[in-house]
């Protein structure tokens, strides 16, 4: 009683494996960046942008005094 060879194998777990780590890199990358990298945001009741826009008035303003003791 010969024992049938055992094809296509190497290929499934191929595949398993690619599409299971494709599937949690995509998954964890989405967790981090929706979950990790904007926590940040809502903890600060000042955020990013404003945080900006309030330096680069003040930058302005500094610009447009020294100009003006020209």
């Given at each position: 009683?010969?024992?049938?060879?055992?094809?296509?194998?190497?290929?499934?777990?191929?595949?398993?494996?690619?599409?299971?780590s494709?599937?949690?890199?995509?998954?964890?990358?989405y967790a981090?960046?929706?979950?990790?990298?904007?926590?940040?945001?809502?903890?600060?009741?000042?955020?990013?942008?404003?945080?900006?826009?309030?330096?680069?008035?003040?930058?302005?303003?500094?610009?447009?005094?020294?100009?003006?003791?020209?």
């Amino acid at each position: 009683m010969p024992i049938a060879p055992i094809t296509g194998k190497l290929r499934k777990a191929f595949w398993r494996d690619f599409s299971l780590s494709l599937g949690l890199g995509i998954g964890s990358g989405y967790a981090f960046w929706y979950d990790c990298a904007h926590a940040q945001d809502s903890l600060n009741s000042v955020s990013a942008v404003q945080l900006r826009e309030e330096y680069y008035l003040k930058l302005e303003q500094e610009r447009a005094q020294a100009q003006a003791a020209q």
